[in-house]
């Protein structure tokens, strides 16, 4: 039996195309994140804070104690935002 050579170069191809799909996937499951406070929209936040207990509970813009993940490195080049929460502010 003898399989044609387009039909075995199409399943090569096939093959290739699929492992660096997977592959560029796994790499992708690998990307680390990071908190980054002082960036989120009001009812954008990500989690908890010192100020809320639900995530999209933040009220204000931008404010220092809400956070959203961020790709690691991003956050540091964001104007305001810190990988750090706020202290809590004195009454």
Same mark, same amino acid.
């Not at 592959?23 to 908190?35: I, Q, V």
């Not at 639900?54 to 104690?65: E, F, I, N, V, Y």
């Given at each position: 039996m003898t399989i044609p050579v387009k039909t075995s170069l199409g399943f090569l191809v096939a093959v290739a195309v699929s492992s660096a799909i997977a592959t560029s996937a796994a790499k992708a499951g690998d990307e680390k994140f990071e908190t980054c406070f002082?960036?989120? *929209?009001?009812?954008?936040?990500?989690? *908890?804070?010192?100020? %809320?207990?639900?995530?999209? *509970?933040?009220?204000?813009?931008?404010?220092? %104690?809400?956070?959203?993940?961020?790709?690691?490195?991003?956050?540091? *080049?964001?104007?305001?935002?810190?990988t750090t929460e706020a202290p809590p502010e004195k009454k």
């Amino acid at each position: 039996m003898t399989i044609p050579v387009k039909t075995s170069l199409g399943f090569l191809v096939a093959v290739a195309v699929s492992s660096a799909i997977a592959t560029s996937a796994a790499k992708a499951g690998d990307e680390k994140f990071e908190t980054c406070f002082g960036v989120a *929209k009001a009812g954008q936040n990500d989690c *908890k804070s010192s100020t %809320h207990i639900c995530a999209g *509970k933040g009220t204000t813009d931008r404010d220092p %104690h809400t956070f959203i993940a961020l790709p690691a490195g991003t956050c540091a *080049k964001i104007a305001g935002g810190s990988t750090t929460e706020a202290p809590p502010e004195k009454k």
